[in-house]
């Protein structure tokens, strides 16, 4: 029998939801609306180590990463916050398109799907 699990559930969303060993998360966004490229990737990295921790597993087990970014010309300093953080021989495939996000501040989102 499969188990499903929400985590922070809302009235619009939840923030992870775990089925069948896998981890599904919504989409990670930074707290702070007026920090840099490079801020911002580090505190949405940071809230998905949080979740993926709750989870009982962690970034080695990402299974798919999917990045939207509102200006192209941020993939740079993106790329080299998110370098630093994934672990090598672990990297997962991963798709970066451009998108205009619900909040201007915003500069990044990222969801990931994760293995348990």
């Known amino acids: 029998m499969s188990t499903l699990q929400r985590f922070d559930v809302g009235a619009r969303l939840s923030e992870m939801a775990v089925h069948n060993g896998t981890v599904y998360l919504a989409g990670q966004v930074p707290a702070d609306q007026t920090s840099d490229i490079e801020t911002q990737t580090r505190q949405v990295l940071e809230a998905i180590d949080k979740l993926l921790a709750r989870a ?61």
Do not use: C, Y
């Open 56 to 116: 009982g597993t962690d970034k080695s087990k990402i299974l798919m990463a999917q990045i939207f970014l509102v200006d192209l010309a941020d993939f740079p300093g993106m790329n080299a916050v998110w370098d630093a953080w994934v672990v090598p021989g672990h990297t997962p495939p991963r798709a970066t398109v451009q998108a205009n996000l619900a909040r201007p501040g915003w500069r990044l989102e990222v969801v990931v799907t994760a293995a348990v």
